[in-house]
């Protein structure tokens, strides 16, 4: 299909492209964790991957005018026997097409494993990180628009050796993502000559986390790194640090970050900061313009990563002429990367019609997407810092 063109030549053709065909409905699932200990960020996430899919059922030019309809699905974040038969009914009572998620990296390796593959759906995650997923196995059907957290380490680490800190206590919370982030910062941290004290392990949902802090607290450190997630133990062991006086500055990875924390802690968290996927470039600034149309913050975790996995499981449906993963998982990596006219968030349905005509699209969207190896993001990311009791946007890595 590879045809390139002029920016002359795609405005002709945008101007008179109409093309009819038979009307049908395409199914998405829209797996996240609405409940658990990402209950804050998912809303987010759940508007950006449906903006999405406004935008193309909007359009009409969805493989001869479909409808896309989102069909959500609670993962838990942390339950995998849930996830796993939230993701079950999605492909077998609601005959979904592809699946936009998982969230946490723990359950979106059990659907995979137990659903995706068996039933062989595509799935687009925008936040599962852990560095085990690049080299699952997957038949083909996984792509994430989120980097691994092999990257994340080493944004953190820079991050942290940029502001003069060396020592660092480090708890992550007991699962794929915390272990793999964890695994992942450390070796980057210590060869760059700074110091761990610290690598523990915590659980979600403890009702007291004092052994965790006086643990953490006896290794000391100059600030404490918290892989966990905002609305579960990590909070619980921030609160804790702080009441205790064991740390007053903390390191805030992707799970962490996020509005409801800081509104929870105070102003107790100022001074703190961290990292999440996020890029400084045109599709981020119009993306948040349409997301606060939408009535929701486009700059939330994952939220861009979250439309931008639910565009491209539609821009490949268009590429490849169907609906079915078996040919949407051939042109994911088309889509998604040069050659071919670039695509920003808002302008999905001039994609389609571009690859209904046999056109190439580069889609760069939300979070300047480029797809690279086993189909996962190259990876850039927003930092931030907590002032004034809100998240601040302080740089870009």
Known sequence: MKKLMTATAAAALLAGSAFAGSHNEVKIGVILGFTGPLETITPAMGAGAELAMKEVTDSGKLLGGATVTSVRAD????????????????????????????????????????????????????SATSPALSTAEDDGLFFRTSPSDARQGVVMTNIIMDRGFKTVALTYTNNDYGKGLADSFAAAF??????????????????????????????????????????????????????????DTFVLPDGMVGQAIVDAIGPDLNGSFGQYPGSENKGADVFGELASAAGFEGSSAFAGESYDAAALIMLAMQAGGSSASADIMQHVMNVANAPGVQIMPGQLGQALVLLEAGYDVDYVGATAVELIGPGESAGNYREIEIQNAKVETVGYR
């Open 75 to 126: 993962s838990t974040c942390i339950d995998a026997a849930a996830a796993t038969a939230a993701a079950e009914r999605l492909v077998t009572s609601d005959k979904v097409n592809a699946i936009m998620g998982a969230d946490c990296s723990g359950v979106t390796g059990a659907i995979l494993q137990n659903v995706a593959r068996p039933n062989g759906v595509v799935m687009i995650s925008p």
């Open 190 to 247: 210590e060869a760059a000559g700074g110091t761990v004290t610290i690598n523990a392990a915590h659980d979600e949902d403890k009702a007291d986390y004092s052994a965790e802090v006086g643990a953490l607290a006896s290794a000391g450190g100059d600030l404490l790194v918290v892989a966990g997630y905002e609305s579960g133990g990590g909070k619980q062991i921030i609160q804790a640090s702080l009441d205790t006086g064991a740390f």
